[in-house]
């Protein structure tokens, strides 16, 4: 089945934990971001990648990292989460630029 | 302001009637995408536009986009309980879709 699974799907940690949210999709699509949402401010892009090594920021990038060895995966890192990242994230992957974006189901990620 | 603002927020409705949610863009679009989302979950795609004018339908939904790309709705013909959920909007401002900005979304909920 073609899908986007991220790992895990509910973590609460405390300030300044290292962690690290993974996501991995089995239909060999180039392209993946990562966003967050929050109530009354939508889903906005973190970060996105366009292939294997190539990664670039979105909108709100600060606090976060990723990586893109190999091309079904595209881990997203917290070194030093605050509260203010308190939120449900969400990657999605696509066949090339201009195709429909596949979900995953999300991670909610609580920062004490 | 919003580049893209959804109307309305949220809406209520009795089981078997119509409604329509409305998209618009502040610039125009490369394209336009339509999801839906269970409280929490993962986004499942509805539909995508692309050209101007063009007007897509599944089962009870349609959706277009006017001439000028910069407004979409999305019509619910005969509403039922199962079409709950929230509704979001995604633009493609880049022509790539490795980026879409989303809307803050419409709740929708289907009375009995």
């Known amino acids: 089945e073609a899908q986007v699974t991220q790992n895990p799907r509910y973590l609460i940690t405390v300030t300044g934990k290292k962690l690290t949210v993974t996501c991995s999709q089995n239909?060999?699509?180039?392209?993946m971001s990562w966003y967050r949402q929050d109530p009354g401010l939508g889903l906005r892009q973190i970060y996105y990648?366009?292939?294997?090594?190539?990664?670039d920021k979105g909108d709100v990038p600060e606090g976060y990292k990723v990586s893109r060895k190999e091309k079904r995966n595209f881990p997203l890192i917290l070194e030093s989460p605050s509260p203010n990242q308190t939120s449900l994230y969400f990657c999605?992957?696509?066949?090339?630029?201009?195709?429909?974006?596949?979900f995953g189901p999300g991670t909610r990620l609580t920062v004490l | 302001s919003q580049e893209l603002e959804q109307s309305p927020q949220s809406l209520i409705v009795q089981e078997g009637k119509n409604l329509t949610i409305n998209c618009t863009s502040s610039?125009?679009?490369?394209?336009l995408y339509w999801y839906k989302q269970k409280y929490g979950e993962g986004l499942i795609f509805l539909m995508m536009?692309?050209?101007?004018?063009e007007e897509k339908s599944h089962e009870k939904i349609t959706a277009k986009l006017d001439e000028k790309k910069q407004q979409s709705s999305l019509h619910i013909t005969a509403s039922q309980p199962s079409h709950a959920g929230i509704y979001l909007c995604?633009?493609?401002?880049?022509?790539?879709?490795?980026?879409?900005?989303f809307g803050t979304g419409t709740r929708l909920q289907v009375t009995l």
């Open positions: 610039k125009t679009l490369y394209g």
């Open positions: 995604g633009a493609d401002y880049t022509g790539t879709a490795s980026k879409l900005t």
């Open positions: 999605a992957s696509s066949q090339s630029g201009d195709n429909e974006q596949f």
């Open positions: 239909m060999n699509h180039e392209y």
């Open positions: 536009l692309q050209k101007g004018g």
């Open positions: 990648s366009m292939n294997v090594e190539v990664t």
